[in-house]
């Protein structure tokens, strides 16, 4: 059963005479009359009595005339829907992000809303393992976070900007005036990071091993927040990227050595349909 046989059985309906129905469907009436043979056949009854020339509906036709309006209906409302969407009218997005690229995200959410009020977009704050899972099972369009792992071939990476690693520390801290600070150093400092599961933990936990330290952490929460105002009290420091730090009541200093640098990305599924509206998307986080 075809879209078309339906429009043609709804014209011929509607005007009760095949040669007007076809001129009406700028086609030939052996072409309308051929279409709508051929949806009764697949029916297996016939639509319409054919007495001489002139054309009534049947039991069934009347019956199955309100089925074939509204499947017309809805094809019809489906298209819209999709041209509505194709021009950005509607549809939503599904981003996930890691905390440390949160005013990242924020502006490009400010001007992508601007610009695209129709459209809806939701966000799922995460850590970068849990993002990555979730984009590989289709539960987001995009993510984005920081990423040094092995590439995985399902992704498409679109790296953005290096951020270094420092210490976050009280700004009534007797280190707040310190331009750059070492690993060993911070070893003896007391320390409160994120939890493990997290990129940045796993990051963290790799300098201290490589550099043969045993490091000073007291506290791990997977909540950076909370992290940053239990680093207020000046009783505990953290270690996070750089932009993921903005408070007046917080200084960070910079951790010396080659490897003490995060690269954010924005990370999508190399083979799913990629919607306009990501698209979009893509390019108000590159103005960043």
């Known amino acids: 059963m075809e879209l078309r046989q339906l429009r043609y059985f709804l014209k011929a309906k509607e005007l009760l005479n095949f040669t007007a129905a076809a001129h009406s469907l700028h086609i030939s009436q052996s072409t309308l009359s051929q279409q709508i043979k051929q949806l009764e056949e697949e029916l297996g009854i016939s639509l319409f009595n054919r007495i001489g020339k002139r054309i009534t509906l049947t039991e069934a036709g009347e019956l199955f005339a309100t089925y074939a309006s509204q499947s017309v209906k809805n094809a019809n409302d489906g298209l819209m829907l999709l041209n509505d969407l194709n021009d950005l009218n509607t549809g939503t997005i599904y981003i996930g992000v890691t905390y440390g690229l949160q005013h990242m995200l924020t502006q490009a959410l400010m001007r992508f809303a601007s610009a695209f009020p129709k459209i809806n977009v939701q966000v799922l704050f995460g850590t970068s393992e849990d993002l990555i899972e979730k984009l590989y099972h289709l539960e987001f369009d995009l993510i984005l976070v920081f990423n040094e792992s092995t590439q995985e071939p399902a992704f498409k990476y679109h790296p953005l900007f290096d951020s270094p690693v420092t210490l976050v520390t009280s700004k009534t801290s007797p280190l707040s005036d310190r331009t750059s600070i070492t690993l060993e150093e911070i070893a003896q400092l007391p320390l409160a990071i994120t939890t493990k599961g997290n990129g940045l933990n796993h990051f963290i936990m790799k300098a201290f091993k490589e550099s043969g330290l045993k490091s000073n952490i007291g506290i791990e929460v997977n909540d950076i927040p909370t992290i940053l105002e239990l680093v207020k009290t000046g009783q505990w420091h953290t270690i996070l990227v750089q932009t993921s730090v903005n408070h007046k009541e917080l200084v960070t200093i910079p951790i ?31 103005k960043i």
């Open 256 to 286: 010396k050595g080659e490897k003490m640098v995060r690269t954010a990305m924005l990370i999508s599924l190399k083979d799913a349909y990629e919607k306009k509206a990501v698209t979009k998307f893509y390019e108000q986080l590159m």
